[in-house]
């Protein structure tokens, strides 16, 4: 404030005669009251002293628009009036009305994000990661890339000890539990499962085989192979046979009926 009222009082030195004659036109006139930190109106008498006029609108060019379309998502505005030689306002005026709109730049990678995406890179599509980290795919491709982040083979290093543990857990347990019981992503899992054939052994096979010419099916509840006999008949399933053995459904209506009692 001390500046600007001492200011007024004060020759206007080369540069910011220089600096009037270029930004006032532009009708950029509070610039070079900040700028010279002279007040607005004696920014205004010296440029109507020197007989200075704020540019006349002038029609926009075909080429000016094709450069404020392709600028204006991602450049800042005031550059862009800048190399156009126009106001500020005249500029977001413009792009406003050809509908023409900031790029929304993504925010700042986080530390954990990228520790995630790190974790996450060498057994994970691009489009999984990008839904765990919250951000677009092609986001991620480019943070990826500028961390150097390469494809590494997905079936790579599964140690003798985790693949047995794959073998023994797949059929009981969700690939979520042993993912995380193995330390590896459910897409590593389910990825090995798939390439190690697992998947095709059908439920149906692990309940039924035939031993000595006779068909057995194990029984879900008490988990022992029978013979088809020892199971009811349903004709619903698949094979005629329910999925408990005659035993444990009299074991189970018995103990519902004590229950009640
Ligand atoms: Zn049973």
Redesign the pocket.
Known sequence: MAKSKKNTWVLWSKDEVKLLRKLFPRGRTREIADQTGRPLTAVRQKAYNMGLKTKKYRPWSANEVKLLKKLYPTENTRSIADKLGRPLREVKVKAYQAGFRKKRRPAPWSIQEETLLKKLHPDNTVPEIASQIGRSASTVANKARKLGLRKVDPYRGWSKKELNLLKKLYRSRMAEEIAEQIGRTVYAVRLRVFKLGLKKRSRYEETHRVVGGVKEKR?S??K?WKAGSEFHRVRTCRDGLAI??K??VSKSQKQRLAARN
């Open positions: 029984c509840r008490c022992r408990w053995c035993e444990c």
